[in-house]
Structure formats: structure tokens, C-alpha cells
């Protein structure tokens, strides 16, 4: 009978549609689940024949997902990882530069001011040995500061190399789940744990890099950097490398298939570009303008002790050495070896002026330009503390627009607790409502067989 075919189906329709809901409330807590739904269409009536219809199939399993809002989460994904990875270096640069205890500034200023203590006794040896050891402690802020920033960098580069397997495994992850979802989908399995598996992956993926994601017919996707070299095709994966180079710089590259690809470490985005930007745009400079800081105070100190007379009258010696990235006194050197005076008479402190003029002479540092000796390190922390700020500021947008990302994903892909037991509900009327009918067919035909008795 029509009655009981077409009451089966909505009965089956109405189960589908129950599985299908208790699948989505059963992952309820599951990151990264996209809930399901059953797509029902109507069953026509056959030619020629008086019916209403042949009842109600399941035509398809729904997916509730929503390409662009995923794209928009990926991205907002890279971008947080970006400023997330710098935040952390900044701050401690910021922390370490700026404090009195270890700011060159300091140092330089505590040198100078032994200098105008001496301008009383140039003869004074206890003055003296002050000014060598002022010296030193000034040598010792430098050397300080260095280590910090050659950590750093050490620390950015092993941090980067880290990045690299974690990448490569979930390259070849996402190509495996790519050639299984294109065969399962071939042969009309559902997919869809699968393909949240995948996004799960390619979510991870673009924290640590900037990605293009591209959707295919056959239900793979293929992955690329922004800057167009190949991560994923199909099921095949790239896979990513980095090495270090006889000067120390640190170089990623990209096989995929037969080729070979050098990428740019800022280019790159995500983590690895945040590393990079911040490596190439903040670090580095920030370490040869230290260079530049010790290498023309060494020159200019040296230069003027060189004019004058000791206390013996012997011509002037070098107080500092700066070499291989550190700033120290020269060795053996002595309160006596200082030559303040320019004619070697007595009470002559001509050199010692000359020497602390020094600290109002300008000098070129990297990423300041010119600047008074005074004011070079001043300068640097200040420039700092506006990229540390700026970098806040994206690093708190970056949050906002993730968040909001995940938001409206949600409120595509998401599962609604409240949604999923109103369809419950339904369909278990829609289930209870069919087995009426057919509890009402077989009555019917009960009746037949009874009056045809």
C-alpha cells in the first residue's frame, strides 16, 4: 500500500534526520566539529498513477560549512601568530634596555661622570682608578646587553627550525587525508569527520604560516604560501628545510615534487614570518647599532688618549678594546696609563676636557642615524618601546579578529545545543507521526480483509 511505503519512508527520513542530531549534540565539545543535517526531498507519484506521491527520501548529508568564513579564520590565524611570536622578544628587549641596573645609557653616563670627578685632581690616583673602573662597568652593560640580543637570536632560530617538522608532518597529514576523502567521496562515504580533521590540520598550519587554500572537485584542497610556492597537491606534500649558512644566517627552503624553492623568512607569515620580521627588522639592526655604539666610543676614547701624556709623560695607551662582540679594558691597564693631561705639565688637564666632550659628539648608529654619544641609547630604547607598542596594538586586533572569525564560523559550522534538541523534537514527531499512519494502513487493511471475509 502507498500508505505504508510512503509512511516507512518519512519514518526512515525522520531516523536519519534523529542520527544525524544526536551525532551533532554527541560532539557537542568536539573543536573543530562542523555539525550535519539530512538534506529530505519529496518522492513523486509514478505516471498514470492517482497518488499523492511515493513519500520522502534522504537525498544528501549536509555539511554545514562555509568556505569563506573558514578562509577568514585562517588567516586571522596567521596573523595572531605573526604578533604572538614577537610580543614575547620585545618585551624582554624592552625590560632588559630600559632598566637602570643594566642600561647602557647608564653605563655611559656613570663613565662620563667619573671623568668631570677627576676634573678636580687630575693627579688623584683613587679619581683615576675610578674612571678605570667606571670604564669597565660600562664594558660590562655592553657585553650585558649583547648576550641578551645573541640569545635572542639563538632562540628565534632554534624556535623557527622547531617549526619545520611540525610542519612537514602536517603537510603529509593533510595529503593523506586528501587522497582518502577524494576516494571515500568517489565511492559516497560520508566525509565529514574527515574533512574537519583536515581543517583542524590546515588551521594549525596557518598559525605558522601564511596559506592559501584552494578547494577541488574531487573534494581535496590544495595548500600553497601566499607567495604562490606549492605546500599540498592532492596527495602530494612539499616538504620544508632550514640550514644554516658558514655566516651564521639561517635559510628555509621548500621541495615539492622535483623543485626547489628559497622562501623569504618575513614573506613566509604566520610564526615564522613573525620570527622573520622581527630577526631582520628589530634584532639585527638593534645588534649593529650596539656595534656601532661600542665601535665609535672605543675610536673616539682611544683617539683622544692617544693626544695626551700619562703622569710620567708618556704618550697616551688605549683604555678600551672592542672586539668579537665584546667591549672590555685593555689588559694590564692602569689608573696611571690614563693620559688627561695634553702637555704633560703639571695640573694639566687639558685631555681630560677634550675626553668628556666626548659624550656631546655625535655619532651614526644604524637605526637611529646620527645622534649624540648622550643620546644614542636613549634613542634606541625609544624606538623600541613604539615597535613593542605598535605590535601590542596589532597583537590585540589580531586577537579580536580571531576571535570574531571563530565566532562566525561557529555560527555556521557550530553545533547550537538549543537548535539540535528543537530538531529532535521534530523529527521525533515526524518519526512518532509516520508510525501513526502506519499503525492507521495496517488498521485499514485489517478492515478490508474483515468486510472481503
Known amino acids: 500500500m502507498s500508505i505504508i511505503s ?79 611570536q614577537t610580543q614575547p622578544y620585545l618585551t624582554q628587549l624592552e625590560r632588559v634596555m ?18 668631570n670627578a677627576s676634573a678636580v685632581d687630575p693627579t688623584s690616583t683613587p679619581l683615576r682608578q675610578q674612571i678605570v673602573t667606571s670604564a669597565d662597568a660600562m664594558a660590562q652593560r655592553f657585553n650585558s646587553i649583547s648576550t641578551v640580543m645573541g640569545n635572542q637570536l639563538l632562540s628565534v632560530q632554534q624556535q623557527r627550525a622547531a617549526i619545520v617538522p611540525q610542519a612537514n608532518t602536517t603537510l603529509a597529514n593533510i595529503a593523506a587525508l586528501n587522497q582518502r576523502i577524494s576516494t571515500s567521496t ?8 574527515l574533512m574537519d580533521a583536515r581543517d583542524q590540520l590546515i588551521d594549525g598550519l596557518a598559525s605558522q604560516m601564511g596559506i592559501e587554500v584552494l578547494d577541488q572537485p574531487d573534494g581535496s584542497r590544495n595548500v600553497s604560501l601566499k607567495s604562490g610556492q606549492p605546500l599540498v597537491i592532492g596527495s602530494l606534500a612539499g616538504t620544508l ?23 623569504d623568512p618575513v614573506a613566509i607569515g604566520g610564526q ?29 676614547v682611544n683617539a683622544q688618549l692617544a693626544l ?14 672592542y672586539a668579537n662582540g665584546k667591549l672590555s679594558i685593555t689588559p694590564g691597564f692602569n689608573a696611571k ?66 576571535s570574531q572569525a571563530i565566532d562566525d564560523w561557529k555560527s555556521t559550522s557550530g553545533v547550537n545545543k538549543d537548535e539540535e534538541a528543537m530538531s529532535l523534537v521534530e523529527f521525533q514527531n515526524m518519526y512518532q507521526a509516520n508510525m501513526k499512519v ?16
Open 6 to 84: 510512503n509512511a516507512l519512508s518519512g519514518s526512515i527520513a525522520a531516523q536519519a534526520a534523529l542520527n544525524a542530531a544526536s551525532q551533532n549534540i554527541a560532539n557537542l565539545q568536539t573543536a573543530g566539529y562542523t555539525r550535519q543535517g539530512v538534506l529530505l526531498s519529496s518522492l513523486g507519484a509514478g505516471v498514470g498513477v492517482r497518488s499523492a506521491g511515493n513519500g520522502v527520501e534522504v537525498s544528501a548529508l549536509l555539511r554545514f560549512a562555509d568556505a569563506y568564513k573558514s578562509q577568514q579564520m585562517w588567516r586571522a590565524a596567521s596573523d595572531q601568530g605573526a604578533r604572538s
Open 98 to 115: 630600559g632598566d637602570d641596573a643594566s642600561s647602557i645609557s647608564n653605563g655611559i653616563d656613570g663613565f662620563f661622570a667619573a671623568l
Open 186 to 193: 568517489a565511492s559516497g562515504t560520508n566525509v565529514s569527520s
Open 241 to 263: 628545510s632550514s640550514s644554516m649558512t658558514n655566516t651564521g644566517e639561517q635559510t628555509l627552503n621548500l621541495d615539492f615534487a622535483k623543485s626547489s624553492y628559497k622562501l
Open 272 to 300: 615564522m614570518g613573525g620570527l622573520g620580521e622581527f630577526e631582520q627588522n628589530t634584532l639585527k639592526p638593534l645588534q649593529q647599532s650596539l656595534q656601532d655604539m661600542a665601535t665609535q666610543l672605543t675610536s673616539k
Open 308 to 321: 695626551g701624556k700619562t703622569m710620567a709623560g708618556a704618550p697616551g695607551g688605549p683604555l678600551l678594546v
Open 337 to 402: 696609563d690614563l693620559a688627561l693631561s695634553l702637555t704633560g705639565a703639571a695640573g694639566d688637564s687639558g685631555n681630560l676636557q677634550k675626553l668628556i666632550e666626548i659624550k656631546n659628539q655625535p655619532i651614526t648608529v644604524s637605526w637611529v642615524g646620527s645622534v649624540l654619544m648622550s643620546d644614542a641609547d636613549t634613542q634606541l630604547v625609544g624606538k623600541l618601546g613604539i615597535y613593542s607598542q605598535q605590535n601590542q596594538a596589532l597583537l590585540k586586533t589580531a586577537n579580536t579578529v580571531r
Open 438 to 453: 502506519i499503525s492507521v494502513a495496517n488498521s485499514l487493511f485489517d478492515a478490508t480483509l474483515q468486510m472481503m471475509g
